[in-house]
């Protein structure tokens, strides 16, 4: 419950930036990659969320990766402030946040597409428009590859989940047969 009210918070102060400099897009673009490169780097994330190493020392880190990636002063000062509030380890969940905030703005949904195997960018822009049509709103879709899923797809959309993996239909497939039903 605090995490939460802590992440809306912020995102909402970044967001009223973001209009006042009409830079929303901006910042979101700045926030996932400076959220990216935390992910894939394990030990320089645990460095930066944790409290135990020096303010100056993770500002000094942050501010490597901010020059390399070459992010506005905007996001390095609201990143050093979060550090200065011990609120860092809330970045991941206030760039959620800062999402579904300008999504709601901008009237926009995001899909998550999870297919076993890579699909062509016409399904891709044929799905995007039939969540379109159906929702009535800009749809932005992610497309992650789980090979486990055998095929099919799985879709998250908004907050809704269709699960039409094969994997899933087999699985239905098997507690129906262990429970005697007819297939």
Do not use: W
């Not at 944790?50 to 070459?70: E, G, M, T």
């Amino acid at each position: 419950m605090i995490g939460s009210s802590i992440t809306r918070r912020y995102a909402e102060a970044l967001v009223s930036i973001g209009v006042e400099e009409n830079r929303c897009d901006t910042f979101e673009n700045e926030l996932k990659q400076i959220v990216d490169v935390l992910e894939k780097n394990i030990e320089l994330r645990n460095v930066v969320f944790s409290s135990v190493y020096p303010q100056k020392n993770r500002k000094a880190i942050l501010k490597d990766i901010i020059k390399r990636l070459q992010l506005s002063e905007t996001i390095e000062n609201f990143l050093n402030l979060l550090i200065d509030k011990n609120r860092i380890e809330f970045l991941p969940h206030i760039v959620n946040t800062y999402e579904e905030i300008i999504d709601k703005r901008e009237g926009r949904l995001r899909a998550t597409v999870t297919v076993a195997q890579q699909i062509p960018n016409k399904s891709i822009e044929r799905l995007k428009k039939a969540f379109q049509s159906s929702t009535g709103k800009e749809v932005v879709i992610e497309i992650e590859e789980d090979p486990s899923i055998i095929g099919g797809a799985i879709t998250k959309l908004g907050h809704v989940v269709y699960d039409g993996s094969i994997k899933s239909h087999l699985e239905r497939l098997k507690r129906s047969m262990i429970r005697g039903e007819e297939v």
